[in-house]
């Protein structure tokens, strides 16, 4: 797994997260993945930032 990442790494890639199956598959996940700034922003997410932020 470690040389997987290091190859991304290499190859300039911003890795994420690291996958590995039952069978040994390695997956190398790119970009951001972790935490708030992975997940992607719905029209709830939207609404819900704007009603916490308060009156405007």
């Keep these: 797994m470690e040389r997987a990442v290091k190859a991304a790494r290499a190859a ?4 994420g997260t690291v996958e590995v199956t039952r069978e040994g598959t390695i997956r190398v996940m790119v970009g951001a993945s972790t935490g708030e700034s992975a997940q992607a922003e719905t029209p709830f997410d939207t609404w819900k930032a704007k009603r916490d932020a308060g009156p405007s």
């Design 12 to 15: 300039g890639l911003d890795v």
